[in-house]
C-alpha cells in the first residue's frame, strides 16, 4: 500500500533505467572500437535523450494502463510487473503525471537537437528518425488508438526500442552506424528487456486478458508463453556467443555476461516451467529474471570495456 504521493524518480520508475543505459553504453563503446574515436559531449547528450525517452514511456505505460482498466483489475502487482498503481491511490495524481511524460519527451527532444548540432550530417536523418520512433513508441505503446501492447506489437517495439534502436542510436551520436560490430550486438540488450516484459505478462495474465490488453503471452497462454520465455534467452545467449566468438577480434571478455545463465536461468527456467500459470509463485523467477538482466548488462559492458583497454 502506498502511504505517501510518490516523488518524481518513483514516477518515472528510474530504477528501471538500467535497461536503456545499457544499450546506450554497448552502442558507445562498440563505436568506439569500430573507429577509435570518442566524444563525451555526444555521449552525455544521447544520454540524456535515451533517460527522457524512458521516463516518458514508463509515465504513459502507468496512465494508459489505469485509464484503460488493466491496473485497477490486477491482483499480482509487485515490484517486477504491473504499473505502479500510483493513479489508484492517487486519482489527483494525473495532471502531474501528464506533466512529467510530456516534460521528459521535451527534454529527450532537446538532447536530440543538441546531438544533432554536434555529429556528421551524414548521420543526422538517422538521428532524426529514430528520435520520431521513439517517441511514437513511448506513447502509443498503451495510448489509444495505436495501442501497441494491446495489439499483440508491444513485444517488438520494447525489442526495437531497448535493442536496435538504442544501440544504433549510441553508435550514431559517434559518428559510426551500421558498423558489423554494431549490427551484431544490436538484439542483445532488447532481448533481455523483452524478458522481462515477457515475464511481467505471465504475471499479469489475468488482468491483462481481463482488460482486452491481447500481448503475446495473453495470445498464446501461458502453457506456450513459457516456452517462449526460454526462447527469447536462448537467442540472447547465442547472440552473446557469437559476439564473443566470431564478430569482436579478442571478444572473449564479452562472455562473461553469461555467468548468469549458468548461476541463475536454470533456477529461474524451472519455477517458469512449472508454475507458468500460477502469478503468484512466478514473482519469484520474476526477481531472478530481473537479476539476469542486471547482471548481464553489466557484464556485457565490462566485457567490452576490457576489449577496449586491452588493444
Not at 538504442?166 to 549490427?183: D, E, G, K, R, W
Not at 519455477?271 to 553489466?298: C, E
Request: aromatic letters at 10%.
Amino acid at each position: 500500500m502506498i502511504t505517501k504521493k510518490p516523488g518524481l524518480f518513483a514516477v518515472m520508475r528510474a530504477p528501471f533505467f538500467s535497461s536503456i543505459l545499457a544499450p546506450l553504453l554497448a552502442g558507445t563503446l562498440l563505436a568506439v572500437m569500430a573507429e577509435g574515436r570518442f566524444s563525451l559531449a555526444r555521449f552525455f547528450a544521447v544520454t540524456m535523450m535515451g533517460l527522457g525517452m524512458h521516463a516518458a514511456t514508463n509515465v504513459y505505460n502507468d496512465i494508459f494502463d489505469t485509464l484503460q482498466g488493466t491496473d485497477r483489475i490486477n491482483q499480482h502487482r509487485n515490484d517486477f510487473s504491473g504499473g505502479t498503481g500510483f493513479l489508484l491511490q492517487y486519482p489527483d495524481l494525473l495532471p502531474s503525471m501528464y506533466w512529467v511524460a510530456r516534460w521528459s519527451l521535451i527534454f529527450a527532444a532537446s538532447a536530440c537537437l543538441l546531438l544533432l548540432v554536434l555529429v556528421n550530417p551524414a548521420v543526422r536523418p538517422w538521428l532524426i528518425g529514430l528520435g520520431v520512433l521513439s517517441a511514437f513508441f513511448s506513447k502509443y505503446y498503451t495510448a489509444a488508438p495505436i495501442k501497441l501492447a494491446y495489439r499483440g506489437l508491444g513485444e517488438v517495439a520494447v525489442w526495437l526500442a531497448f535493442g536496435p534502436m538504442a544501440v544504433l542510436v549510441a553508435a550514431a551520436s559517434q559518428n559510426v552506424l551500421f558498423h558489423p560490430y554494431v549490427v551484431a550486438a544490436m538484439p542483445i540488450t532488447g532481448l533481455s528487456t523483452v524478458s522481462i516484459l515477457w515475464m511481467g505478462q505471465m504475471i499479469d495474465l489475468p488482468a491483462d486478458a481481463g482488460a482486452g490488453k491481447r500481448g503475446m503471452v495473453a495470445r498464446i497462454g501461458s502453457r506456450r508463453g513459457r516456452w517462449g520465455f526460454l526462447l527469447i534467452h536462448s537467442l540472447l545467449a547465442g547472440n552473446l556467443l557469437a559476439l564473443g566468438l566470431a564478430v569482436l577480434p579478442q571478444g572473449w571478455p564479452v562472455l562473461a555476461a553469461l555467468i548468469p545463465y549458468v548461476l541463475l536461468l536454470p533456477r529461474t527456467w524451472q519455477q517458469v516451467h512449472r508454475f507458468h500459470d500460477q502469478p503468484n509463485a512466478l514473482k519469484q523467477a520474476a526477481g531472478w529474471n530481473v537479476q539476469i538482466h542486471l547482471l548481464m548488462s553489466s557484464l556485457l559492458i565490462l566485457g567490452l570495456a576490457a576489449i577496449l583497454v586491452m588493444r
